[in-house]
């Protein structure tokens, strides 16, 4: 299937991170786990979302990161083969709709994500990827209302313009904005974010078995 997928849809997974660094990532789950917890848990994440986009296989991974020169990414042990790009600056949603309009300016579809959903896994990744070849737009929400991926063919600025960003109605005023451009959407059932403490319920239940500090 990877092949054939390969073959006739180029797709670039897109994932948006911050360094996890102790008070700079996670830091609504300090309350739970502490500065250096919440730390570990958002490196964690990260490798976790990363050796997922890889697993997929779809065509290529880039690494969106913020801040750009934070000497911990060359601390990670990160996959081989990534491409790695700056967030910059603007709000969320300035930085999603440069990340995007640069990879559908270059003729390639693209799927942008976070790291903050581990049941964003590869197969998951791979039916969005399948489905954005028959759709303009794929969308898995988050069961707070927002999005863990957002999968474009073409670009459309009002799913980023003036959104009200951490809100439990992102995934829908996204959606609508797609049908009113005009777009094909397919959606998939929601998956759970990680992002407060009474989140850490979702997370898979050997990582709670185990120390963070851990490679998944």
């Known amino acids: 299937m990877s092949g054939l997928l390969q073959a006739t849809l180029p797709v670039r997974i897109i994932v948006f991170a911050k ?26 994440l990260l490798l ?9 296989d779809v065509c290529d991974i880039e690494l969106c990161r913020t801040p750009m020169n934070d000497p911990l ?3 990670l042990p990160l996959p081989a083969g990534l491409h790695v790009t700056d967030q910059a600056g603007g709000d969320l949603g300035e930085r999603l709709a440069r990340a995007a309009h640069r990879s559908l300016e270059a003729g390639q579809p693209c799927i942008l994500i976070g790291t903050d959903c581990p049941a964003l896994n590869a197969g998951a990744l791979r039916e969005l990827a399948l489905n954005l070849a028959s759709h303009d737009a794929v969308l898995s929400p988050a069961s707070d209302g927002g999005y863990v991926a957002l999968g474009l063919r073409r670009f459309e600025p009002s799913v980023f313009t003036d959104m009200a960003w951490s809100t439990e109605v992102v995934a829908r005023d996204t959606v609508s904005r797609l049908l009113q451009a005009g777009m094909s959407v397919h959606q998939v059932p929601a998956l759970h974010d990680i992002d407060e403490p009474a989140d850490l319920q979702h997370l898979p239940k050997h990582w709670t078995q185990e120390n963070h500090h851990a490679h998944p």
Do not use: C, S, V
């Open 19 to 44: 360094a996890p660094r102790a008070g700079f990532a996670k830091t609504r789950l300090i309350p739970a786990l502490g500065a250096d917890g919440a730390a570990a848990l958002a490196k964690r």
């Open 48 to 56: 976790h979302t990363l050796d997922e986009a890889m697993r997929a």
């Open 73 to 75: 990414w060359q601390t």
